[in-house]
């Protein structure tokens, strides 16, 4: 039986393998999407309370609206772009995946470095 399994793993680690366009990415930030979306969303408000301190300091009157304004855009402008680059990041890939009841085997894992060891992704379905 051992060796049925180490012929049948040796053939499929050897065997033909199409190739992918699969998109393997190196993270450094954090994983957590909610942090990502708030930090986007502070930078954003931060760039807004600068562009629009300085065109309230070019406006010629003292009525604080395009700074108002300016944090109000770039709060939601930052929210905007944290919501997209979260939802469109790429998935690590797995060496096998249950895709809508297909099982495709990939080369080599997504090996994800964390604090104090890695993860590998070796089993992942999609729907």
């Known amino acids: ?4 399994i180490s012929a049948a793993l040796v053939a499929v680690a050897l ?35 600068v562009v629009g301190g300085a065109i309230e300091l070019a406006a010629k009157d003292d009525s604080g609206e395009p700074l108002r304004w300016g944090i109000v855009i770039g709060t939601f402008a930052g929210l905007g772009y944290g919501i997209y680059s ?4 790429p998935k690590p890939t797995a060496l096998l995946e249950l895709d809508r009841g297909e099982l495709k ?20 379905r999609s729907f």
Request: glycine letters at 12%; proline letters at 6%; charged letters at 20%.
């Open 1 to 4: 039986m051992r060796r049925l």
């Open 15 to 49: 065997g033909p393998n199409p190739a992918r366009a699969a998109v393997n990415v190196e993270r450094h930030g954090s994983e957590n999407g909610m942090v990502e979306i708030a930090r986007s969303t502070i930078y954003g408000a931060l760039a807004g309370l």
């Open 86 to 89: 979260v939802a469109t990041r």
């Open 105 to 124: 085997l990939h080369a080599l894992p997504t090996i994800v470095p964390e604090r104090g060891g890695a993860r590998a992704y070796l089993v992942s």
